[in-house]
């Protein structure tokens, strides 16, 4: 070394030169990480609110359906009993439903709403995929006549996105169509002669005039999932994986810096 050059006793900085980069590329990836766990916990507060306002809707008194004043908002998830008589002639099935993994429909009927014009359609539950074509599924048909239902009343079924299935549009050669995707109620109103509830009831149980209970489909009563998902453990993930790359990092900085 020339005489008079200076040595150089500044201790390596991970804000200076090369360590620069990476402490930048470390940093974003741990603000990448914190903000997937914080958004999964608020995923979690949402569930936990949505499970909060199903259970007190589940306790209130059950809703007589008669073909009026039906709000979507407030009626959604709550109990409601109706009567009137199935016309089995407007029949539809939901496909692609499963049963204990085994392949199926579920079946659809309009109700027709006693002492209203108005119908609900009614999701009277889960049949076997052998069984979906409309002369199979007859034997599932209550006698005719009225009949009360109970159950639990649930929104239209909207199309969630472009890469979901869609039913195909009606028209001139296509009038109906028998198997559908989801409870569209606007779009299943297009095929139906007279109006539908904005709601959908799914059936627990079915009584007719006399009081003996209606066809009982191979499915339980409808359930309401509580469950809070997997948002809190993939929160813990993400923050457990913000904690290793930074230690990580520090541990990995330190090593080197000793070295030089």
Known sequence: MPRGTPISTSKPSPFRGRWLWATTGVALLCALFLTLGTWQLQRLGQKRAA?????????????????????????????????????????????NRTLNEIPGVHVIVPLRIAGSEVAVLVDRGWIPYEMADPAQRAQFRDAAGEVEVSGILRRS????????????????????????????????????????????????????AAGAPGRRFPRAAPEIALSEGGHLGYAVQWFTFAGILLGGYVLFFRQRALRT
């Open 51 to 95: 499970n909060a306002l199903i259970l007190a809707r589940m306790q209130e008194p059950p809703l007589t359906l008669s073909g009026q004043g039906l709000d979507p908002d407030l009626a959604n998830l709550r109990r409601a009993v109706v009567r009137g008589m199935y016309d089995y002639s407007q029949e539809i099935v939901l496909r």
């Open 157 to 208: 079924q909207a199309r969630p996105g472009r890469v979901a299935p869609a039913d195909p549009p009606l028209g001139p050669d296509r009038p109906r169509l028998d198997a559908w995707h989801r409870v569209d109620i606007p779009r299943i109103q297009e095929q139906i002669p007279y109006p539908l509830a904005p709601l959908y009831l799914e059936e627990a149980e079915a009584h007719d």
